[in-house]
Structures are given as C-alpha cells and as structure tokens.
C-alpha cells in the first residue's frame, strides 16, 4: 500500500485531473436520487483545498449555465424548475476541514492551496454541528483525515474518494455514507449511501473487509460485503418493477399501457388505475409498498444513465401512488408531483397528469367539496344531493376515497377542539372496516359516507344552536357525555351557564404563564373547576360523576391551554 501511495502521490493531484473531478462532483452530487450531505476525501490537505476551489469554479459555472437557460425558457414549469435549483445553489456552503500544523500558510501556498480563509471558518464556526444538522446550507466537506473515522453524520450520502485507503481506514470512511437517516416523520428516506471512487481504492475491499467477516482466506465471502456495485441495485429495480406490473395486472390495471400512454390519454389512464386499486385499503396499501419500493431503488441509481430506461415506469407508478394519496391527504400535491417530475429526464417524461391545487377554484367545483379562502374544507357547503347524483351517474371508487379523506381531515378538526367528537371517528372506521371485509358494497359505502357527511354538517353548526363558543360547547359536551345524569331543559341551561363562568374564571384568574410547569398554579386550576362545577351542576350529578368530571375537565384545560392568552382554540381560530 505504501509503494501505491508513493506511485499515487503525484498522479492523484494533477491540475486537469482534479479539474475534471471537480467538474464530475458538481455533476453527480446534483442530480442525485436523494440530496443528503457529501464528503470529499483527497490525497492530503493542499489536494483537499484545491479539490475545494475545483468544484467551486464548477458550481458557479453550473449556477451561470442554469440562468442562461431560464433567460431562454419560455415554458412555466421548466422555469419553475430552474429557479428551484438556482436556489438551491445559491444557498449551498461547502468547507475544507483538516488539521493544524506549523507553519501551514507558506507551506500550503507553495503546494498552490491558501488554507487562511478555510482556517478562519474552523476556527470560528462549528462546522461539525452544521454538517450534523440536515437544515445547515453546509453540504459538502472537503477532507483528508478529519471526519473519515469517528464521526457520525447521518445526512451523509455520498462518498467522493480520492485517497488511496485501506483496512479499517476504508471501513470507517465508507461508513460516513452508510448511516439510516431520514429527514423529518414524512421526508424522503436515504435508500443508501453513495461511494464514488476516484482512485480504484476498492481492489482493497475485500481485505478491508477481512477485518470485520469470517470469510476464509482474508477475504469476504459472498453476501457479506455492504458494499455492492450498481448493476445489482438494477437488478433489484427489474425485480420490484416486475412485481410491480404482476400486482397491478391482478386488478386489471396494465402498467405497461399507463407507462407508454401520450399524454393526451395518460391522465385518463391514471384515473382508471386508481379506481381498480382503491377496491379496499388492504389493496391500496399494498401497491403503494410497490411503489415505494421502485421509487427507493430508481433513486438509488441516480444520476446513472442507464436510469433513463426505468423512468417511464417509475413515473406511472409515482403519479398513481401520489395521486391516490392526494385524495385524503391536505398537503398541496403540486410539490409533490414536481419531486417526480424533476426525477425524470425530459425526454421520457410523459405530459404531466394535473391534479389542482386546492387553492384553485376549479378544484372547488371540481370534486363537489368546497373550500374557504384558505383552502380549507368547508362541509356545511357541501350539497349531498349534488354528490348522490354524481355518484349514480359515475359510480368511482375515486370520489369515495376523495370524501373519506375529506370527512377524516374534518373529523380530526373538529375532534381537537372537542374531544366528545371522537365518536365520529370511530364511527367512520367502522364503515371502511365493514367495506374492507366486503360486508357492504360500493354504493352501501358511499351512502354511509353522506350519511356521515349530513350528521358533520349538522354538528359544526351545533354551538351555534346552543348559543355557545366552540370553547364554551367543548366543557358542555365534557358535562354531558356518560357519564350523566339524564337533564331537563333547565338543567342543560345551568351546566351551559357553568361551563362559561368556568372559562371566563381561569382565563381571567388561573391560567397564569407556564401554569402547567407549576405544582401551586396546576392546584389552583383544579381548585377553581371544582368550585365553578360544585355551584352550577345540577343536583342529579352524584358525588362519583361529579369527580369524574372535575378529572376530565381538568385534563381537558391541561391539554388545551398554556397561558391567560395562549390556548389551541386562538391558535386554531
């Protein structure tokens, strides 16, 4: 290894060689599948520096390359395109990150690297919690020693190696990029760390590898090693698009058909696929694991060319997955089309399937669910008459699925400002479970649902009948619900009197800052319900209901309000 290194020493940082590897990060680390943080290791710290001022040169060059064609684009989406990834550039920090020594600054320069700005930054930044964190600009480390063992960075994807390196040097450098990360509960998943290899350094890894297996001979026997080429990950993406097609072809569905469709028809074929898989949830489910699973591993193959065969289908399949969860989910699915489309090389894109943004008033009309100004759901506008006669006209699983996911997000909402709502949740599981097992059929299902609906849009109009705030409704419900005593009409007026006194007397007396941190506040909160509850309950309420409301009231105020002014009903106004 040492008679390599030496060989190596001056081929490794030529001038037109380093040049051409900075030109090549700036290519592969942006049009990767998943855009974690990446690590440059070079030959030694003046290569690193100067590997750092290569890519730089790049990056601008790329930055500059990209305004001159959103200068010429006349296309809307390309130019939406562009802006985001001139964006995404502009803000990109990259740093060098090695050692002190002695006397660097001449010594450096006589090698053609100036280590004074790069020594400034690691003195006074804390590049390694920037690295750390997945937010941080900072995305690329250029190094030479530093950060290759010992330090873990799970954002960390990519591996640009121009180092000989071998044994557990090796080992734990590859392990920068092989960490389990996602970004956020609902980001993308890293499906796998990159290693690019500049300098042939894997002829050593099955000696590396001798370290940490038990193959005979010094040397790792076959299915041991964590590293595998790419024309096995293409192998797998053959297997699960194959998968994907048999699985699809049991509901009728002819992936190949939706894959090749122009795109005059595409957005035809889309609807189509995604009614024969909504059939059940079981059915939807399992076909977004399919998804998934071509999704993680197209991925995992950018930016290789040979992707480009592979993206039609993965298009299909991504914009029926999406477009399915788009009927329950609130997001704007725009964003999430656009991550498809910009995986996907122009040439073989088909023309976009356009699902409209809620904020449209298209949208609207479009699926029979109105919206307020803020693009939320606004079911006391809802026309169930009009939805009945659409359904009998077209029967689409689709429009189902559109409502349950319509009645799940107002439900929650409706839920968070009272608990006692709860029931409709549970009601409404109950209907997709008896529709899963096959127990009522498609137009018993959607029949239920408006059902539901009709029940919903008398319920958000309830406080208003009983003369009271949402706020107010919520402790009334608490009151009321079983356990109770069965109330006259006066009855229910003097618990409505008492569920408003019992808010105005802690918003005004008890809920002082951070009441729920202090032992004497969080007594003085409980003392003041049962006081209010004790004067206004009726009679009826036996000792052991009266305590059990006092419990859940108290509970209810914990969980609902913080401070005299901060509380979930203001920030849900």
Not at 543 to 572: L, Q, W
Request: charged share 35%; glycine share 4%; proline share 4%.
């Amino acid at each position: 290894m040492q008679h390599e290194y030496r060989r190596q020493y001056h081929r490794l940082p030529r001038e037109d060689r380093l040049d051409t590897i900075g030109e090549d990060v700036v290519d592969h680390f942006m049009n990767r599948g998943f855009m974690g943080k990446a690590m440059v290791i070079s030959l030694d710290r003046p290569t690193a520096i100067r590997t750092y001022d290569k890519v730089n040169t790049h990056w601008q060059r790329r930055i500059d390359e990209l305004e001159e064609q959103r200068a010429q684009s006349t296309d809307s989406a390309e130019i939406d395109r562009l802006d985001d990834e001139i964006a995404y550039m502009e803000e990109m920090d990259m740093a060098v990150v090695v050692s002190e020594s002695q006397n660097e600054v001449e010594e450096l320069r006589k090698k053609g690297a100036d280590i004074r700005p790069h020594r400034q930054r690691m003195k006074s930044e804390d590049l390694d919690e920037k690295f750390k964190d997945p937010d941080d600009p900072l995305r690329i480390a250029f190094v030479c020693a530093k950060w290759t063992t010992g330090f873990d960075v799970k954002p960390c994807s990519t591996i640009y190696l121009d180092k000989p390196m071998r044994d557990h040097t090796l080992m734990q450098a590859i392990a920068r990029a092989n960490r389990v990360f996602r970004k956020g509960d609902d980001g993308p998943e890293k499906p796998n760390g990159i290693i690019v290899d500049y300098v042939g350094v894997f002829r050593k890894l099955q000696e590396a590898l001798a370290l940490y297996t038990t193959g005979e001979g010094n040397r790792a026997e076959e299915g041991q090693t964590p590293i595998r080429p790419k024309e096995d990950l293409l192998d797998a993406l053959d297997e699960a698009i194959e998968e994907a097609r048999v699985f699809c072809a049991e509901y009728d569905v002819n992936l190949d058909a939706l894959r090749e469709a122009p795109g005059s028809a595409f957005g035809r074929r889309v609807e189509d696929a995604m009614d024969k898989l909504l059939v059940s949830d079981d059915v939807k489910q399992e076909f977004h694991a399919h998804a998934r699973r071509v999704d993680r591993l197209y991925r995992a193959i950018l930016p290789d060319p040979q992707a480009q065969e592979y993206g039609r289908t993965h298009h299909a399949l991504m914009y029926v997955s999406e477009a399915i969860k788009a009927l329950r989910e609130r997001p704007d699915v725009s964003d999430v089309m656009q991550q498809v489309e910009e995986l996907l090389d122009e040439s073989v894109a088909a023309e976009p399937y356009v699902i409209r943004d809620p904020g449209d008033e298209s949208y609207e009309t479009e699926d029979g669910i109105p919206r307020d100004e803020d693009g939320r759901i606004d079911l006391s506008a809802v026309d169930t008459d009009t939805l009945r006669e659409r359904f009998e006209t077209d029967p689409s699983r689709i429009l189902a699925e559109r409502l349950r996911g319509k009645l799940e997000t107002r439900i929650r909402q409706l839920a968070e400002l009272n608990p006692e709502r709860i029931d409709y949740q549970e009601r409404l599981e109950s209907m997709i479970e008896r529709y899963n097992e096959g127990s009522r059929n498609q137009e018993q299902y959607f029949q239920m649902l408006l059902d539901l609906l009709d029940d919903l849009q008398e319920e958000e109009q309830r406080a208003v009948r009983e003369n009271l705030s949402e706020e107010e409704l919520a402790i009334f419900d608490i009151l009321c619900s079983n356990p109770a005593p069965d109330l006259s009409d006066e009855d229910r007026e003097a618990v409505k009197t008492g569920a408003r006194e019992l808010l105005d007397t802690l918003k005004n007396e008890k809920l002082v800052i951070d009441w729920r941190e202090k032992q004497q506040a969080r007594s003085a909160v409980r003392v003041a319900i049962e006081k209010v509850l004790d004067e206004y309950l009726p009679h009826s309420y036996e000792t052991d209901v009266y305590d059990t409301k006092v419990d859940s009231v108290y509970e209810h105020v914990y969980d609902r309000y913080y401070g005299p002014e901060d509380n979930f009903y203001e920030m849900a106004a």
